[in-house]
């Protein structure tokens, strides 16, 4: 599978992360991370797309767009993110999913924010 990443070459990217799945409620959740060469538009040499869609809307979104930088996108709003390590962004991505769950599911006892 072939990604659109401008300006990089593919062979130099390396897939470090995919994950794609369908929660019990059929919302879609993916994470791609890639190791890229260090560049003005990506000096962490990570290239990121984090999304959670609900019935075909984005509802949490985080990427590093090489115009924008890190920035997350919550229900339409985007937000500047800072960058420590993927797996930190990882966690800050599914405790946003959760969220979002919790405002569209409620919570384990059925409680909704």
């Given at each position: 599978?072939?990604?659109?990443?401008?300006?990089?070459?593919?062979?130099?990217?390396?897939?470090?992360?995919?994950?794609?799945?369908?929660?019990?409620?059929?919302?879609?959740?993916?994470?791609?991370?890639?190791?890229?060469?260090?560049?003005?538009?990506?000096?962490?040499?990570?290239?990121?797309?984090?999304?959670?869609?609900?019935?075909?809307?984005?509802?949490?979104?985080?990427?590093?767009?090489r115009t924008k930088g890190h920035h997350k996108h919550i229900k339409g709003k985007?937000?500047?993110?800072?960058?420590?390590?993927?797996?930190?962004?990882?966690?800050?991505?599914?405790?946003?999913?959760?969220?979002?769950?919790?405002e569209l599911y409620g919570d384990k006892n059925g409680n909704k924010n």
């Open positions: 599978m072939r990604y659109n990443i401008p300006y990089i070459v593919m062979e130099e990217l390396k897939l470090l992360v995919h994950n794609r799945y369908r929660t019990k409620e059929d919302d879609l959740i993916e994470i791609k991370i890639w190791k890229v060469p260090k560049s003005g538009e990506f000096p962490d040499e990570i290239k990121y797309s984090l999304t959670f869609i609900h019935k075909k809307e984005r509802l949490v979104g985080y990427d590093n767009e985007e937000i500047k993110n800072e960058f420590k390590n993927y797996s930190k962004l990882i966690e800050e991505f599914n405790e946003d999913v959760k969220n979002i769950q919790k």
